[in-house]
């Protein structure tokens, strides 16, 4: 009978063990986004390259409104695949040789003053370095997304802003999605340009530091490819970290961290351009394991 009792303590310390691995936190598992193969980024599958994905004016959906640039010489002329954001020469910034008008909103601030933790929210300038502001100043509205500064010798007529304001209505009509900042206001927005907690501490980013109210071990300490995470480097200057670094203490979280605006292979797996899966039922959560453990 001692066989019997050997395979039922076997049987035990199967079981307790499953019980303490399902009581891990979600980042102690691999967490591995998988390729949502029916999910579109523009004219394309996710994680297919930049061609004719949402961020391509020439290939992609938007061309038909924005891939073209009027002049005063009544030229008009269909732009590059890359012109509406990039330009060799005659950049507006150096940082990424940015060619769109950063937005007309001077600031972009919040409805609520501190996350649970006592994190600050920050006011972004639209001149910050990071890459939020260069997505708000399309997707905010307040600039047209074929308003450029340089483009075959020249800079081109603006364009009419995207979203425009209704007194009467008291609502916006907005041609271009998705929107988010809507006359400087991030209510109801992922937070971002705001520091993440790398190595499970506080950081400091864009002039607010973590909130003393934190719990270090709900933050994954090192978020893994093909998340990115964010440095400040000056007053208002960034640098990004490569894909799963997240070190030092002047960390964090832009819109580049979860979205791959170039439609990369091993960068956007799901819809939206998401560097993670929209749902949970695989192991690469956006959310969950990624940088949150609840």
Not at 87 to 105: D, E, G, P, V
Not at 229 to 241: E, F, H, K, L, N
Request: with cysteine; hydrophobic share 35%; glycine share 12%.
């Amino acid at each position: 009978m001692r066989w019997i009792r050997w395979i039922d303590t076997l049987v035990a310390v199967f079981v307790v063990a499953l019980v303490m691995a399902a009581r891990l936190p979600v980042s102690s598992w691999a967490w591995a986004p998988t390729l949502n193969a029916s999910a579109n980024c523009g004219k394309v599958k996710c994680g297919t390259g930049f061609n004719g994905s949402y961020h391509d004016f020439v290939n992609g959906p938007g061309a038909g409104h924005y891939g073209y640039v009027l002049y005063s010489n009544g030229a008009n002329l269909t732009v590059g695949q890359c012109t509406l954001c990039h330009t060799a020469h005659s950049a507006l910034l150096t940082s990424l040789l940015w060619n769109h008008h950063l937005s007309n909103n001077t600031q972009f601030t919040w409805d609520i003053n501190a996350t649970m933790a006592g994190t600050p929210f920050a006011t972004i300038a639209n001149t910050w370095g990071g890459s939020t502001t260069k997505c708000l100043s399309c997707h905010d509205g307040s600039v047209s997304p074929s308003t450029i500064n340089w483009y075959q010798g020249a800079t081109p007529i603006p364009g009419t802003p995207s979203c425009v304001w209704n007194p009467v209505t008291n609502s916006w009509t907005c041609s271009h999605a998705p929107v988010a900042g809507l006359g400087g206001n991030m209510a109801d927005t992922h937070p971002v340009a705001m520091p993440y907690p790398c190595g499970q501490a506080r950081n400091a980013y864009d002039g607010v530091t973590t909130g003393t109210g934190f719990t270090s071990g709900e933050w994954v300490s090192q978020p893994p490819a093909p998340i990115e995470i964010y440095t400040q480097t000056g007053v208002a200057s960034v640098s990004r970290q490569p894909q799963g670094g997240c070190i030092g203490t002047t960390n964090g979280i832009e819109c580049g961290s979860c979205h791959d605006v170039h439609n990369g292979v091993g960068g956007a797996y799901d819809m939206d351009l998401i560097r993670g899966n929209i749902n949970n039922a695989g192991g690469g959560y956006i959310c969950e394991g990624a940088c949150h453990n609840k």
